[in-house]
Structures are given as structure tokens and as C-alpha cells.
């Protein structure tokens, strides 16, 4: 899937976030141990950082440490859930940090909600960042290699597929000697377990039948999967929601646009619906809203838009083909917030005017590479049958590829595979994917959850995943969006309470939203 595709937690994060007093013990102040001990932090949290083998099958070969943040149930005792945001790459403890409302509002307030930082992400390390101690020069390659291309121009093609490479041979060689290779999805999950076998151990429980209560959204649900995979007996609950396929995942194959399209109209449909009133780019017809669509991103194609105003942007700017298709893709994710924003930045950009859409890429900038990079390069690091994209007749067969899969933003994730292409930081053998994916019997069913359109993670990566665990149950939440956090719907909570409290689901329900883009204030 376009998987970095799966950066979910992302876009409206300046919105939720509540101030976090300085002087209070944050993340970075937590000592760490081996047990798990928790220590008042921000407020109303606890933090703890927990002592890991960089190899569980290794010892030798040294140690990590894994940051989590716990926010508290006020009922005692309480299960704990623990919490992925997607990418890979994004941290749960921001997540928790800066998003447990809307969080909590799902799970209901009787468990403790614990997000962590991944290995080699944010808090937890180790180190994975190609440009250690020299943020300026990291933020300067960022603005040169991004996720989206112009496939009209055999220029952006190359220089994209040229810039990856040199991203690639670059990160190779100064991880080559350290311990970024163990940060793959196999060691985190095996941290999963971890984690809920050092807890066993603090309550005084029994610590080889503890198990792992759970909620991954979009990467998150690679995570998940892993983990049932690899332990189907150490499955407490599992809810999996906006399902990545996650085999293709392993194969590096960038490929979860198939309802991507649907999205696009469901927006120039809902603007319709709304009326002139409601939505800043109305028209009479709905196909007279995609046919100004397609006409407004070709004439940005062709001339790009500048951003003069010294309030909108410190530097002048242009507004490109790849931005626009950027930013129409993310803002498909979370459609309440995201179509009204959309609308506003095609009225003005037919008037050439690019105020709203230089905003939105200030807070959800294009960029291309990040630690999840990383994290899933390595992830598919000789995988039977993965996809690398070694010569430019590849790349160009893949990009023809992605957007026969959608018309509207196939140019708009298409150098997620392509990072890889020179990438070599090899996992050992104990932390690769075996390629086979799935588990006959789990110890409690796994709950899958997906939109009706997602436009990363299309329904149908959900009833494959779901197959592959017999005795798993899908529901389909009745929006548009990626992940259920896309909408709210009363219908979603109560079943995954119900769930929580032990009782499944009916098979092949499909839950009702309350929020409705254009209508819902936001
Ligand atoms: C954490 O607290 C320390 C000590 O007060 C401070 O130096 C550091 O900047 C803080 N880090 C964050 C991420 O807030
Ligand atoms: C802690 O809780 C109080 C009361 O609910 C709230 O006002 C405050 O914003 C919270 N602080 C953080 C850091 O979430
Ligand atoms: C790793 O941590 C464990 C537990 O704290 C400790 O016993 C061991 O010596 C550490 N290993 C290394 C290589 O530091
Ligand atoms: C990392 O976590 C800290 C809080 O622990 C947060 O302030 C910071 O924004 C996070 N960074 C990212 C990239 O999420
Ligand atoms: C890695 O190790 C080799 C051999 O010990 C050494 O020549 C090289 O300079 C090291 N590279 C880095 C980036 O530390
Ligand atoms: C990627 O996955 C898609 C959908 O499963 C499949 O059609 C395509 O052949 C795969 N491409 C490669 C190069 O593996
Ligand atoms: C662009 O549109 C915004 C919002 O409608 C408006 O405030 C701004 O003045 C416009 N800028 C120019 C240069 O016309
Ligand atoms: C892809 O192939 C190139 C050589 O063709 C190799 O150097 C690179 O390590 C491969 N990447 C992965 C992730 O296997
Ligand atoms: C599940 O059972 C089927 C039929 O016995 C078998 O073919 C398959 O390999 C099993 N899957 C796993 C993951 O064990
Ligand atoms: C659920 O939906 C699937 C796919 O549409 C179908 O094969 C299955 O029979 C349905 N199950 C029930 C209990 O309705």
C-alpha cells in the first residue's frame, strides 16, 4: 500500500493538540529498566521506558529501549490496550499524548490506553535517522525527494527515481555498522509480547498465558497481524481497523488505491449534495464538479501557482501538479475535516490562488522519506517474491500501474516502493518475514474493521486479512475515510465495547456514521 501510505494518525494533528505544561517529567526523563515501572509524566499520564534485547534470539548482540505512556482507566484494576497510530513510523506516544479523546470515545473509558514509540521511532530506539546530528540537512533532502511525481514528465520520473537511490546508498552506509537493522516489524511485535509478559510479571500474574490486548489502525494492522502470526495464542483481544494487505506489505508492493477514485467522487458527490450554501465549489451537476477538478489540476501541471503573501509563507512560493495531488489524497483520509478544506482549495486555485493549499502543505508537508522508510525496506528484505524496483523500465511499468489503479492521485504515493531500491540494511534471519502470514486458531478472534471506501486501504485488504485467521470477524463501517477514526458512529463504539467485553460482533454488519462532511461542523 502505498503503505507509508498508511501514515494515518497524521494530518489534522496541530487541531487536537492540548498544551503540555514544560515543567512536568516528560518522555526523555524516564529512567529505564528491565521491569516495567511507571513514573508520573505530562500531566495525567504515567511513562515507562523498558530494557529490550535489540535481538531476543541474540542476546549478545545488546540492548534497546522502548518508550510507552499509559493514560490511566479511573476504574481499577483495568486491562491495558495498547495502541498503533500506522506509518510504520508514527510514535503512539504522541498519539496518546496529543489524541486519546477521540481514542477514547471508541474504546469507552474503562481501560488503561497505552501508546509506545515503535523501535526506531521517536522515543524508542534506536537511531534510525540517515542524517544523525544534522537536522538541516535532513529537512533539505526532504524538500528534494517526495511522495508524489508528475508521471507526464520524464524528468520527474528520473530525477525521482535517481534521488531514491542516492537516499538508499546513503542510509546504507551509516547504518552499516550499528543496530538500525533490528527495528523490523517481527522485533516489535515480539516487544508486544514482551511487553505484556513483563506486566504479568509486575501484577503478580502468571507470565506465560499473558496476553496482548490491542488496537493497530492502517500499519498498525500490519503490526497486529504479525503479531497473531507469529503468537496465536497470546491473543487477549485484536482489533484491526483500515486492514493493509498486509502480504503485499511484505513484498513492498505499493498497491491500495483501488477505491482511491470512488473517494474523489464521493467528494465531488457530497459538495453536490450539499449545495452552493455549504460547499465552497459547488456545481449544478457532479460531473461538472470532477470535470472542473481534472481542468484545475491540469492548468497546475502546466503553470504552477504562486504564493506571493508574506502571511500565508515566509519564502515565495509555488504551488505544483505534486502538491495538488498530494494534498488531495491526504485530505480523502479524514473527510469530515478533510472535503470542506478540498473544496476551499479548488474554488481558490481556479482563480489561481493558492492561500488554502500552501496552509495545508505547511502542516502536512509531501515528504518521502522518514524512519518508516526504513522500517518497511527492511521489512521486506528477502521476502519471497518482494518487489524491488531496480531499473527504470521497472519504475516506469509501476507508475503506469499505480495509476491504472486511480486516475486522480496514481502519481500520489508512487515512490513509496521505490525507496527501497538501493536500501540494504539487512535484518537477521530471526527478525525476516517467513512470507507466510495467517493463523488457523487465535486464543480470542481478531475483529477486522473497514470503511466502506477507504482510500488507501480498500475494503477488500480486510476480507483477504480476515480469511487468513478463520474464526476472525469483519465489520464495515458505512463511510468514506481511512480507518474507522475517519467518522464518528455510535454503532462502531458500541460494537467494539461489546467486543472488548468479550461478546462478537454479528457476522457481516455494516455500522451507520453520524458525521457528514459539509454538514458536521468541525
Ligand atoms: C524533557 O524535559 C527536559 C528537562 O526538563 C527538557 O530538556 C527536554 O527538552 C524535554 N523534552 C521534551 C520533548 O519536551
Ligand atoms: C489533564 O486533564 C485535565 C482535566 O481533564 C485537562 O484540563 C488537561 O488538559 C489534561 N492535560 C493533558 C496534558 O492532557
Ligand atoms: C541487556 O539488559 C539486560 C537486562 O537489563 C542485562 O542483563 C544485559 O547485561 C544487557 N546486555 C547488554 C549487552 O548490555
Ligand atoms: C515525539 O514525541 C514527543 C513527545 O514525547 C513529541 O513532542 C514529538 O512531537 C514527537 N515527534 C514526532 C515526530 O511525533
Ligand atoms: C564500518 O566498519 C568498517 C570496518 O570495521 C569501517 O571501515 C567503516 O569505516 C565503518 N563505517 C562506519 C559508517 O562507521
Ligand atoms: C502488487 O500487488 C497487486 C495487487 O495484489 C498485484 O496485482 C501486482 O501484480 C503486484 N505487483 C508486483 C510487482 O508484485
Ligand atoms: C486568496 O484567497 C483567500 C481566501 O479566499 C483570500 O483571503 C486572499 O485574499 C486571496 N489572495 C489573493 C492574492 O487574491
Ligand atoms: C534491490 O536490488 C538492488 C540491486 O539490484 C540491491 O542493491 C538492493 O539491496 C535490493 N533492495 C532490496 C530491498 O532487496
Ligand atoms: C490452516 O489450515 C489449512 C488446512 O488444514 C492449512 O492448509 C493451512 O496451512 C493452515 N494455516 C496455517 C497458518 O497454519
Ligand atoms: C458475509 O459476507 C460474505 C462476503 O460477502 C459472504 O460470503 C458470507 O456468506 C456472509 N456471511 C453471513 C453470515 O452473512
Known amino acids: 500500500m502505498a503503505h507509508a501510505v498508511l501514515l494515518s494518525s497524521l494530518i489534522f494533528a496541530a487541531a487536537r493538540a492540548n498544551p503540555i505544561a514544560r515543567d512536568v517529567a516528560n518522555q526523555t526523563m524516564v529512567t529505564p529498566f528491565s521491569a516495567l515501572q511507571w513514573t508520573p509524566c505530562y500531566d495525567n499520564f504515567t511513562c515507562a521506558r523498558l530494557i529490550v534485547p535489540l535481538d531476543y534470539a541474540e542476546p549478545d548482540a545488546g540492548n534497546t529501549t522502548i518508550a510507552y505512556i499509559k493514560l490511566p482507566s479511573a476504574t481499577q ?39 509506545f514509540d515503535p523501535r526506531g521511532v ?80 509486575a501484577e503478580g500474574q502468571e507470565v506465560k498465558v499473558a496476553k496482548l490486548w490491542y488496537w493497530g489502525i492502517s500499519y498498525g494492522t500490519v503490526l497486529g497481524s504479525t503479531f497473531a502470526t507469529l503468537f496465536p495464542d497470546r491473543i487477549g483481544r485484536m482489533i484491526l481497523d483500515g486492514v493493509v494487505d498486509v502480504e503485499t506489505y511484505y513484498k513492498n508492493n505499493a498497491s491500495g488505491l483501488s477505491q482511491s477514485d470512488e473517494a474523489v467522487l464521493s467528494f465531488a458527490k457530497a459538495c453536490h449534495t450539499a449545495g452552493r450554501e455549504k460547499c465552497a465549489f459547488y456545481s449544478s451537476t457532479t460531473k461538472d464538479i470532477t470535470k472542473r477538478m481534472r481542468n484545475i489540476i491540469e492548468d497546475v501541471r502546466k503553470d504552477p501557482v504562486p504564493v506571493a503573501d508574506l502571511a500565508i509563507s515566509p519564502v515565495p512560493t509555488l504551488i505544483t501538479y505534486e502538491d495538488l495531488v498530494f494534498t488531495l489524497f491526504v485530505l480523502l483520509y479524514s473527510p469530515v475535516q478533510g472535503f470542506p478544506l478540498l473544496a476551499q482549495i479548488f474554488a481558490e486555485l481556479e482563480q489561481r490562488n493558492g492561500s488554502s493549499i500552501a ?88 475483529l477486522f474493521i473497514g470503511n466502506t471506501i477507504d482510500p488507501i486501504t480498500p475494503i477488500v485488504g480486510a476480507r483477504r486479512m480476515s480469511n487468513l ?54
Open 359 to 446: 496552509l495545508t502543505i505547511q502542516a502536512v508537508p509531501p515528504t518521502g522519506v522518514d524512519y518508516g522508510g526504513l522500517i518497511s525496506c527492511m521489512d521486506s528484505v528477502k521476502v519471497p517474491g518482494a518487489y524491488n524496483i531496480s531499473t527504470m523500465a521497472i519504475w516506469e511499468q509501476h507508475v503506469k500501474e499505480e495509476n491504472k489503479q486511480s486516475q486522480w492521485v496514481g502519481d500520489g504515493w508512487a515512490t513509496v516502493s521505490l525507496l527501497c531500491r538501493k536500501m540494504n540494511i539487512i535484518p537477521p534471519e530471526s527478525q525476516r518475514f517467513s512470507g507466510k502470514l495467517g493463523a488457523n486458531e487465535t486464543s480470542f478472534p481478531i
Open 77 to 115: 484494576p483495568a486491562e491495558d490496550i495498547l495502541y498503533n497510530p500506522g506509518g510504520p513510523g508514527n510514535s503512539g506516544v504522541d498519539a496518546v499524548l496529543h489524541g486519546s479523546a477521540q481514542l477514547l470515545n471508541t474504546l469507552g473509558t474503562t481501560y488503561n490506553l497505552i501508546g
Open 469 to 522: 485467521f478463520p474464526g476472525s470477524v469483519l465489520f464495515t463501517q458505512d463511510s468514506i475515510g481511512h480507518t474507522s477514526l475517519a467518522a464518528s458512529s455510535a454503532c462502531t463504539s458500541h460494537n467494539v465495547q461489546q467486543y472488548l467485553g468479550g461478546v462478537l460482533p454479528a457476522a457481516n454488519i455494516t455500522c451507520k456514521i453520524e458525521s457528514v462532511p459539509f454538514i458536521t461542523d468541525v
Open 122 to 201: 521517536n522515543n524508542s530506539g534506536p537511531s534510525l535517522s540517515c542524517f544523525p546530528g544534522d537536522p538541516a540537512s535532513e529537512a533539505l533532502f526532504k524538500s528534494q525527494f517526495h511522495r508524489p511525481i508528475n508521471s507526464k514528465s520524464p524528468e520527474s520520473l528520473a530525477r525521482q527515481f535517481e534521488i531514491a537511490g542516492a537516499w538508499g546508498e546513503r542510509c546504507s552506509s551509516v547504518h552499516r555498522n550499528d543496530s538500525a537493522r533490528y527495528v523490523g516489524t517481527i522485533a516489535t511485535a515480539r516487544d508486544m509480547l514482551n511487553y505484556v509478559e513483563k506486566r504479568a510479571v
